[in-house]
């Protein structure tokens, strides 16, 4: 570096940067001074040695208890998704600054003068009407609405209310109502529009910082916000208030019953959180009260369904089933009738034995008798938790009862229960009744497994006799026959290739029933075509399907024996 020649260099926050001695030649020297603008920023100065978390501590404590929540507008601006991802680390500059002294003043009080915070999306719409007809002037107010969006400074987001909630606005800067919210507002206009006049919709949006006693914590949320954000805080309350927590029962139902099949889903922590909150009250009214008011329909809009089994399961650990009982299975019965057998039997298998798991399996059991496929529309772990507790109970009439429904049901659907029966297989009498029930379900199985067997045991072919193609009956039977490939030529007439083109995308994004082809677009002679060609993909998943079900059956004659199945053919079932 040259003396006395002119250089610059700029530097900003978090810049990747190094320091190096200088050793030789000439260093880099910037002098500059930091001046307040003369009005705009006096605010900052402080006027004594004190730091402002310092002095902010003081203030909060003087405040009571029932002190009015305080509001302080963030002066840059931010998104949703930034507050949601980073929570109060979005916050930038004089905002930041200002937020860290608040929490370190609010650190240094006592714990009866805390106070509560969190970022809030301010939005104020005013409508108007023109009152001249044709002319866009002299505008009429017709509505306003104020809603808050409110997110906890992590960045969870509540969502948003309506909201007639008095702000105490902090103002460090001394500015006009003018200056606070017009640079954050905006207006659209509509000229007259047949049977309506013109219109215009004035809107300001800002961000603050809202606080209120912590204290007052739960209580102001179930007012201002919701159950979910009144839950949030009361889970960092020892003890539990009891009679807030009927308050929040009270508010999550009439919030439940406004709540539109669209709405945005409820969040797993929170659910998690209140059935916490149930349990540490210490009243099973309380429960009871979840259970019959608000527990089907928040399963309904529930974020995470498979959420519901592992809060249930450490809930009911905690819990008496004989004062809880009635009122659960009731809850169970205002879902579908496949979720509540699922979510029975999922969560007595989370349990010890006792009380509690054999009303919920005897639930599950009574519910999948009802089911006309056999539990097929069932996960098959909730089949197999299921058949081996049948399997292991010690009430005589449990198996039969379960196993003259099964047998009834399709041959197809009951390899689940097959397999579970070799695994238990061990535990049972052979020469018992128990057996004998299992025997009568496996002799069907096994009759349906020879005639699927017989069906998918043939050599190669390009035949795909249930091959269906709705558009088109002689492709249909094309793929149907011996031919491997064809061309659309004198079956199917194109205008032009990019309509081929069209053919080919919708036919190859469609399923292809009982068949397996792939297509291309071309052209011949100037006529648009398309060529079908068939694979051998169909052929290897019927492959794919006779080795299954034989080894099916080699496993199931090995443990009931070669007669099983011998009492004759069965009606085969349609192969879908």
């Known amino acids: 570096m040259a003396a006395f020649l002119p250089h610059y260099a700029v530097h900003y926050a978090d810049a990747e940067h190094s320091l190096e001695e200088v050793t030789k030649g000439y260093r880099l020297a910037l002098v500059y001074s930091l001046c307040l603008p003369p009005l705009s920023m006096r605010h900052l100065k402080r006027g004594n040695d004190n730091l402002l978390s310092e002095e902010l501590a003081e203030t909060l404590s003087t405040m009571g208890p029932e002190e009015e929540s305080f509001a302080l507008l963030l002066l840059h601006e931010y998104t949703e998704k930034s507050i949601e991802d980073l929570g109060s680390g979005a916050l930038k500059g004089i905002d930041r600054a200002r937020f860290v002294a608040l929490e370190e003043a609010n650190a240094a009080v006592p714990a009866d003068r805390k106070m509560q915070f969190f970022i809030a999306r301010l939005k104020h719409e005013i409508k108007y009407y023109g009152e001249n007809g044709y002319e866009m002037s002299w505008w009429e107010e017709s509505s306003r609405n104020h809603t808050i969006t409110w997110f906890s400074t992590s960045g969870r987001r509540f969502g948003a209310e309506n909201s007639t909630m008095k702000m105490n606005f902090l103002n460090p800067g001394h500015e006009t109502f003018y200056e606070l919210w017009r ?88 659910f998690q959180a209140l059935c916490e909150i149930l349990v540490d009250a210490g009243d099973v009214a309380f429960v009871n009260e979840f259970f019959l008011k608000c527990f089907g329909k928040l399963c309904a809009h529930l974020q995470d369904k498979d959420a519901v089994v592992p809060v249930l399961t450490t809930m009911f650990r905690s819990l008496n089933w004989n004062e809880i009982g009635r009122e659960v299975l009731e809850s169970f019965g205002q879902l579908d009738h496949r979720t509540s057998l699922e979510i029975g039997v999922l969560v007595a ?88 029930a299992l025997a009568a379900i496996v002799e069907k199985r096994i009759t349906w497994l020879k005639a699927q067997i017989q069906q998918l045991d043939k050599p190669f072919s390009w035949e795909m006799p249930d091959a269906e193609f709705s558009d088109n009956a002689q492709v249909q039977t094309f793929l149907r026959g011996t031919a491997q490939s064809m061309v659309t030529k004198d079956v199917h007439r194109f205008k032009k290739l990019q309509d081929a083109h069209n053919f080919v995308a919708k ?24 060529t079908i060609t068939k694979t051998r993909a169909w052929f290897s998943a019927r492959q794919k399907e006779l080795l299954q079900y034989t080894t099916e059956l080699e496993m199931l004659t090995t443990h009931f024996g070669e007669g099983a199945g011998a009492s004759g053919d069965m009606e085969l079932e349609s192969a879908s």
């Open 183 to 270: 640079p954050h507002g905006s207006s659209k206009e509509k000229g007259f529009m047949g049977n309506h006049g013109p219109s215009k919709k004035t809107m300001y949006s800002r961000y603050a910082v809202i606080a209120w006693p912590a204290a007052r914590g739960v209580k102001n949320a179930l007012e201002f916000i919701n159950a979910e954000a009144a839950v949030s805080e009361m889970k960092t309350q020892k003890p539990i208030d009891t009679g807030a927590v009927g308050d929040i029962l009270i508010k999550l139902q009439a919030e439940l019953e406004k709540k539109k099949p669209n709405a945005k889903p409820i969040s797993t922590e929170f």
């Open 349 to 436: 298998d989370g349990l010890d034995d006792g009380e509690t798991k054999t009303a919920l399996m005897h639930y599950g059991m009574e519910k999948a008798v009802q089911l006309s496929d056999g539990m097929a529309s069932c996960s098959t772990k909730t089949a197999e938790i299921l058949w081996k507790w049948v399997l292991g109970s010690d009430e005589p009439d449990a198996l039969t009862t379960f196993a003259e429904k099964v047998t009834k049901s399709q041959p197809s659907s009951l390899d689940v229960a097959t397999r579970v029966f070799v695994q238990c297989l061990d535990q049972i009498d052979t020469k018992g009744t128990k057996f004998a």
């Open 507 to 530: 036919w190859m994004r469609a399923e292809q029933k009982s068949a397996s082809y792939v297509m291309a677009a071309s052209e011949e002679d100037g006529t648009a075509v398309v």
